[in-house]
């Protein structure tokens, strides 16, 4: 008889149930995942609640893809790696015939896998990690040291790596972050450790402020009863944001960032818009007479990830508090109403 284990299990929007499932049968070219820990993310968030185009109707799939674990299994033919050791997997797989993958954005192949998007993912005790993951470079060693939970931020650190790339932060910048949700509130310890020299968040929440301040904000603002603008262009000496960073959301957001940013400065739109609601109102004239560059990032490569890791590996980013409630596996329901509720940064399942 087939071995069983413990996973969280999609069966439909807000149906998500901790249950016994077949244990992962891998094949000579795979690598069998021991999970430590799999955080919750906003993108698992949605899944839940039925807004992901990849959970169609009838979809019964394991989600997670913030995942650190150890090696259970190796396939005979797998080479480099050894069970026990600690790892962490980048969810994004790319087809490898795509141009998006062959020049190193596997996260923009039309034809990518996903680890917890279309492929089972590591809300369970056990996770299957594809051949295409391994020999894409997707296993990456992790230090024993390293907490598994903070070890499993990599991926969303890589998305934020990716945002500030397409946007050069960089010494001397006045960084403005919109949204203090724990991207926000990475794009802030990134931008510092870039050089920055004063990060201003914008957040309507007085907890997520409070969190910001704490956890290294120059300033935070209400951008509903403070003017924003006001307190961009009095820590910039009058010139304005040299980067605007919108990791909310937000319809606002992302038209005020034009108005705040400096002549040359530069705006990443992290955030994406309900698809039902795209458009915004854009002013075409502040980017022409201001040279402004507006950009979009999306998810991670896995290059991103691995760049990512290294600076984890480095510590000289303090990780730890950003992980603010740990559930065991079987609890799961619980920690995502957790993940859910405006006042945890990222919730850890811990198998």
Do not use: W
Request: charged residues 20%.
């Amino acid at each position: 008889m087939r071995e069983t284990m413990l996973a969280a299990v999609y069966h439909g929007p807000h149906d998500l149930r901790v249950e016994q499932a077949p244990r992962p049968l891998i094949a000579p070219d795979e690598i069998l995942l021991r999970v430590l820990a799999a955080n919750i993310c906003g993108t698992d968030l949605r899944i839940l609640h039925g807004g992901h185009r990849l959970y169609p109707p009838g979809t019964v799939r394991i989600p997670g893809h913030e995942v650190v674990g150890e090696i259970a299994e190796l396939g005979s033919d797998v080479e480099g790696y050894r069970v026990g050791q600690r790892v962490f997997v980048a969810p994004n797989v790319g087809s490898g015939h795509n141009r998006q993958t062959i020049a190193g954005h596997n996260n923009l192949d039309p034809d990518y896998r996903a680890i917890g998007i279309n492929l089972d993912g590591a809300f369970a005790e056990y996770m299957r990690v594809p051949a295409a993951a391994i020999r894409q470079g997707n296993v990456m060693p992790m230090d024993e040291a390293v907490d598994p939970a903070v070890g499993a931020l990599i991926e969303p650190l890589a998305c934020v790596l990716r945002g500030q790339n397409a946007v050069g932060v960089s010494g001397g910048d006045v960084v403005v972050v919109m949204g203090a949700g724990p991207i926000g509130i990475l794009h802030m310890k990134l931008a510092r450790f870039r050089g920055a020299t004063c990060v201003v968040v914008s957040e309507p929440a007085d907890g997520r402020r409070q969190q910001a301040l704490e956890l290294g904000a120059d300033r935070v603002v209400n951008p509903l009863a403070d003017d924003l603008a006001a307190v961009v262009q009095a820590e910039s000496d009058g010139r304005g944001a040299d980067v605007v960073i919108v990791a909310a959301p937000s319809k606002p957001a992302q038209e005020s960032a034009l108005a705040i940013a400096a002549i040359g400065g530069r705006i990443n739109f992290f955030g994406g818009l309900p698809k039902q609601d795209p458009f915004i109102r854009f002013d075409s004239n502040a980017v022409h007479y201001k040279e402004l560059v507006v950009t979009g990032t999306t998810a991670c490569s896995t290059y991103d990830c691995l760049r990512a890791a290294e600076i984890v590996r480095s510590g000289r980013i303090e990780l730890a508090p950003l992980v603010t409630a740990r559930f065991p596996l079987a609890e799961a329901n619980a920690a995502f109403a957790a993940a859910a509720d405006g006042a945890n940064l990222r919730v850890a399942l811990e198998p």
